[in-house]
């Protein structure tokens, strides 16, 4: 997904805004905030794979140690 949004954020920057209609315009904003929130939300997927790693770890741990009793 990351090559996917740097892609899209290359293809954006790109544009000419200066060219573009109003329709194209709000289009292009749409699309940049569409962008943000995906990048976002991709952070916000990274950081929940992280806490699951470490609850993961715990909860085996927890298992391991209960097992060994």
């Avoid at 949004?5 to 573009?20: F, G, K, M, P, R």
């Avoid at 909860?59 to 060994?68: E, H, I, N, Q, Y």
């Amino acid at each position: 997904m990351a090559d996917t949004i740097a892609e899209t954020v290359d293809l954006l920057y790109t544009i000419d805004q200066d060219n573009l209609t109003l329709d194209q315009q709000i289009a292009l904003g749409t699309a940049l905030a569409a962008l943000a929130q995906a990048e976002r939300l991709e952070q916000i997927n990274e950081r929940l794979r992280g806490i699951h790693q470490v609850l993961n770890t715990w909860s085996l741990r927890a298992a391991t140690s209960v097992d060994s009793r």
